[in-house]
């Protein structure tokens, strides 16, 4: 496998890196493929990881069909529910570039996971709500004064 070294932010959107990441509990680092979705003005990255285990839900990375220029030495899953940034120095080079309408559909998957995220958070939102306003009706002290109470005196 070929690695393209780095030079003055030669790593673009769509760009397959090798590079350092780190364990989930920080104890060290492995080299992994990522694919690059975003970059700041800082040297850090946005990326997914990308896998061989293809049980991972994700989107197919075809190391044949889906490659405009690099290899891509087996088939990945680009894991789109899981985004992480990554600082320049970490990253070794690049391998491969994925094609322009790949990287689309690997965009498109990861708005939509956003999304039923972003609802999801709404829905959550609105039931704290919902438990707020019927813990707040149930704990207040009943007001002669109050609506319910002229209606109930009306009914009766």
Do not use: H, W
């Not at 891509?72 to 680009?78: D, E, G």
């Not at 894991?79 to 690997?106: P, Y």
């Not at 609802?119 to 813990?135: N, P, R, V, W």
């Amino acid at each position: 496998m070929r690695v393209i070294p780095i030079r003055n932010n030669s790593i673009e959107i769509g760009s397959i890196c090798i590079a350092m990441v780190p364990y989930a509990d920080f104890s060290g680092f492995k080299k992994r493929p990522i694919l690059i979705i975003d970059k700041s003005k800082y040297s850090d990255y946005l990326y997914f990881p990308l896998t061989s285990n293809k049980s991972r839900d994700g989107v197919l990375i075809e190391s044949g069909l889906d490659i405009a220029d690099g290899i891509l030495p087996v088939n990945s899953i680009a894991i789109t529910d899981r985004v992480c940034s990554i600082a320049g120095q970490l990253i070794e080079g690049r391998i491969a570039t994925l094609k322009n309408n790949k990287l689309a559909i690997v965009l498109r998957e990861f708005t939509k996971a956003s999304a039923r995220l972003y609802f999801k958070s709404k829905q959550m939102l609105s039931e704290q709500k919902t438990q707020a306003s019927k813990t707040k009706y149930y704990n207040e002290p009943i007001n002669q004064d109050s609506n319910f109470n002229v209606v109930l005196n009306r009914m009766c």
